[in-house]
Every structure is written in structure tokens, then in C-alpha cells.
């Protein structure tokens, strides 16, 4: 995971992910022999799995040579990933559903600029390393700078006049947050920091978060890990107290390249490509990240 890199508009971009095994049907935690974030484990073990209805409970923990105890927990030498107390998330496509939003603000940004607009479905593809590489993929190549310029200014403008006309939060978001209790959350996005700040405070949740940092925050977007280890120095937390929450590749590359855990949620822009990234947790709702949590932690 930490091979060859690559500088793309200020963004890590790493070399493609590997693949990683999926099975099961329910939802079971898989812990290593070490207190340690995965970057620092040489045994890579996919931490939560999913059910497929050809894959039976028994089937599982034989592919994963476990155990399984009462609660559901399948450990390795009764340890623990104990103490994650700092939750990083991300925003699009992780708190919030802004595809529709987006995709009217991309398409009206390329009638502008006289292009032909782009379905909806495609231009969700387009997001997560922030917004001037997301006009510059939708303007197409052959855009000269200027007119990604232009297009960007007028993109940023119409989407911020539009940003929560149809934004609304994910299920099980609020639930999430009313039950992080105890832990230090922040927002760690590629969008620009100011939209990002006005919509979580639109939506009702900005109080949840002690920072919110954006792709015009640091020198450097994610999958650096700049905002990350900046967080970690804010909460006074080592990389293994603390867990990257996101929906796409990004991420989980942020999460590796920072040594925090990594968590991927299935339901986002990026989500269909993160089986190939090997998250450490894979959830369906947020609303099961405390349960998850507390459970690790005891």
C-alpha cells in the first residue's frame, strides 16, 4: 500500500488497491494480535465482512481460522483494537448525500461554458479529490486552465447559492453522532473548508465536530496525510487512537498513509471501489459505528 506514488494536483494518488477478500452475511470483527493500526500489522485481516447468501456463518470462520465468542467478536489471542477515541470523517458521500446537489451544479457550470451536461450517475464518479479536479475531469481533456478557471469560479458560485437545496444527511448519521459520546470527532474533506462548515451547520451537526478542515486547508488534499496527523496533534492521540471514516478509495489511502485504522461505509460516491482498498471496517449504516466501537474498546 505505501509504494510508488505519484503528485496529481497537490493529491498522493497510490498505486491501485489490492484486492481483498469478501464473504458472509453478517457482520463480524476480526482482531489482530496487536494493538497496532494495520499500516504497522504485516497480518492483514479484513476486520468486518460481509454476508453473501452462499457463504454460511461456519464457512466464515473457517476462511478466517477464528474463533467465534458470544458477542459475535472473532478474536486472535483475546486482543483488542482497543482505544480508538478520535473518529476522522469525511463528507460527501460519508455524512452527507450532496450527489444531487452536485450534479446540478456540475451540470450548470458545463452549460455555462458551453459543454454538453453529463448524467447524474457519472458525475458522482468524479468526486472526491475536491472541487478543481472535479471540474477539470467534467470539463474533459483539452480544457485549457483558463476555461477550468472560469468553469471552476462559476461552479464554486452556483454551488454555493445551491448546496442544501437537496443535501440532507445519510441514515443513521445523527444516530451515529448522538452515540459517539466520550470520543473526538472531526471532518477531514476534500471540499472546500467554508462550504463544508455552512452545510454541516445548515444540517444541524457542526456542534458534533471539534475541527473541520477542507481541501483548501493544508498545502496538500487527501490521501495526504497532513489533515490527519494535524488532528492527531490537536487531540493529542497516536495514530493507532484514531480511525479514518470514509466512502471511497481516498480514504482508506489517507487512513494507511497516516497509520489510523480505516473504516469504509458501503453506500457512498466511491463505495463500489472500496473492496478493492481492504478497509479495515466495512459498514452498511453508520449507525453502527458506536455499537462497533464499544465493542472493540471493551
Known amino acids: 500500500m505505501r509504494g510508488n506514488h505519484t503528485k496529481v494536483e497537490n493529491a498522493i494518488v497510490a498505486p491501485a488497491c489490492p484486492e481483498f477478500r469478501r464473504a458472509s452475511s453478517r457482520r463480524f470483527s476480526f482482531n489482530t494480535a496487536s494493538n497496532k493500526p494495520p499500516a504497522a500489522i504485516q497480518r492483514?485481516?479484513?476486520l468486518t465482512v460481509r454476508n453473501t447468501a452462499h457463504t454460511s456463518r461456519s464457512q466464515l470462520l473457517e476462511l478466517a481460522g477464528e474463533h467465534q465468542t458470544a458477542n459475535e467478536t472473532v478474536s486472535d489471542n483475546n486482543k483488542t483494537?482497543?482505544?480508538?477515541?478520535?473518529?476522522?470523517?469525511?463528507?460527501?458521500?460519508?455524512?452527507?448525500?450532496?450527489?444531487?446537489?452536485?450534479?446540478?451544479?456540475?451540470?450548470?457550470?458545463?452549460v455555462n461554458a458551453g459543454r454538453a451536461e453529463i448524467a447524474h450517475e457519472n458525475i458522482s464518479a468524479l468526486v472526491g479529490n475536491g472541487a478543481p479536479v472535479l471540474v477539470r475531469r467534467a470539463l474533459g481533456d483539452g480544457a485549457s486552465d483558463a476555461e477550468v478557471d472560469a468553469a471552476l469560479a462559476y461552479f464554486l458560485s452556483y454551488y454555493r447559492a445551491h448546496m442544501l437545496d437537496k443535501t440532507v444527511l445519510y441514515p443513521?448519521?445523527?444516530?451515529?453522532?448522538?452515540?459517539?459520546?466520550?470520543?473526538?470527532?472531526a471532518v477531514l474533506t476534500n471540499k472546500p473548508v467554508r462550504f463544508s462548515r455552512e452545510i454541516l451547520d445548515g444540517l444541524g451537526?457542526?456542534?458534533?465536530?471539534?475541527?473541520?478542515?477542507?481541501?483548501?486547508?493544508?498545502?496538500?488534499?487527501?490521501?495526504?496525510?497532513?489533515g490527519v496527523t494535524t488532528l492527531l496533534?490537536?487531540?493529542?492521540?497516536?495514530?493507532?487512537?484514531?480511525?479514518?471514516?470514509g466512502d471511497s478509495e481516498v480514504d482508506v489511502q489517507t487512513a494507511r498513509n497516516a497509520g489510523t485504522w480505516a473504516c469504509g461505509v458501503t453506500y457512498g460516491f466511491g463505495s463500489d471501489r472500496l473492496p478493492q482498498c481492504s478497509p479495515d471496517f466495512l459498514l452498511d449504516n453508520l449507525a453502527e459505528l458506536p455499537n462497533l466501537?464499544?465493542?472493540?474498546?471493551?
Do not use: W
Request: hydrophobic share 45%; proline share 3%; aromatic share 8%.
Open 293 to 298: 466501537l464499544n465493542g472493540a474498546s471493551k
Open 233 to 245: 496533534e490537536h487531540f493529542s492521540a497516536s495514530p493507532r487512537d484514531a480511525m479514518v471514516v
Open 81 to 110: 483494537i482497543a482505544g480508538v477515541r478520535v473518529l476522522i470523517f469525511d463528507l460527501d458521500g460519508t455524512l452527507i448525500d450532496s450527489k444531487l446537489d452536485l450534479a446540478l451544479s456540475v451540470n450548470a457550470m458545463l
Open 44 to 46: 492483514h485481516e479484513l
Open 205 to 226: 451537526v457542526a456542534r458534533y465536530f471539534q475541527y473541520v478542515y477542507g481541501g483548501n486547508s493544508f498545502e496538500n488534499k487527501k490521501p495526504n496525510p497532513i
Open 172 to 185: 443513521g448519521v445523527l444516530e451515529c453522532l448522538q452515540n459517539l459520546d466520550g470520543r473526538s470527532l
